[in-house]
């Protein structure tokens, strides 16, 4: 299971961003408050300040990266936020070395685990292990080297499985919450698809039906009386003739906007039908075919949201395939209650855990945000 909790629930990898925030926070004053208690064995006060510092970074680029508007959390920004951890524990041996008389003091151990735990929705199950596994061995290196630097008479076994055992625990705590919360989140989304597949098939069976409907009703309106006519009239004129053009293009069409019918026109007919709101689509390559699953769900997502709640009074879905990038454009018309920036950013961040580009912009005539993904 290679998923992160982000991409399995993006929602979630949202509302969890404060908590890379705390850990931060309370990584960096760990950092501190253990430099201080230990100020005594410090020879190095530049070394000490500079891995205080490499803390701060740590914290700092985890929770930047963490944030909605720079999704997705890639595997690199982990290993950026691992590496200056393990600077930062790298400096504080240097700053102690050949005085550390006690491993308790010593900040690196959880620093490093806690950084990796408050990422844990951001990463996946295997990664977070190995970051911690990678972690421990750099930190047994310093012990070995602390240990030999104080002529310790402790065995270098027992120093290293205390040592390692903060970022070993925690990263493995940190790997049980994410596999844990994907699984969960797989559990519920199939059940979830299972609903949606059975009501899916009930709407396109409902509309189906409304475009037979729709064709029997102009066959009916129009068509039958005019070859009603034509077989009783004593001679077929040329308006007879332009006429039966007329109705024999308007049933060619209508067949043929049922046949190219996407999703999307599906969606469309569903928001206009429920909410009687105008939605129109202009999808004239059917491109919207060809987005996967998470990107169907994150626009969809989007335009049921706009048409309810007095949201909007119309909405239009544009689809353009430029020569490497499908561009996807939402525009909204504000209704009684128009969206704010701020919920359409959320939607914006959605989108970029799923792989898309989003750009949002709010106006007095109205809202609109652009969505685009590189075409593979």
Partial sequence: MRLTQQEADPIGGITAAPIVAIGAVLAFAASILLTVAHWHEVGSPLAAVLGILLVGMAGLTAAISAAPQFAPFTADRLWLVVALAVGAAIAEYVSTIGADRYLYDDYGPIVIGMLILSVAPYCTWTSLLLAGALSAAVLSILVVGSATATMNTVPIGALIAVNSAAVLALSAAAAGYSYAIVDETLAWQREANRAALRRDAELRAGIARSVQQSRISVLGREVLPFLAGVMTADRITVADADRARELAEALRRALKA???????????????????????????????????????????????????????????????????????????????????????????????????????????????????????
């Fill in 258 to 376: 049922g046949i190219e019918a996407t999703w999307l026109d599906d969606l469309a007919a569903t928001v206009r039908a429920s909410r009687d709101i105008p939605v129109i689509v202009d999808d004239p390559e059917g491109a919207a075919a060809d987005l996967d699953d998470d990107q169907r769900s994150a626009l969809t997502a989007l335009i049921s949201w706009l048409g309810e709640g007095g949201r909007s009074s119309a909405i239009r879905v544009s689809v353009a395939v430029d020569p490497r990038r499908r561009r996807i454009g939402v525009v909204a018309e504000p209704g009684a209650d128009p969206p704010s920036r701020r919920d359409l950013d959320r939607f914006a961040a959605v989108a970029r855990a799923v792989s898309m580009r989003a750009e949002v912009d709010v106006t007095r005539e109205n809202v609109s945000v652009e969505l685009s993904h590189v075409i593979e």
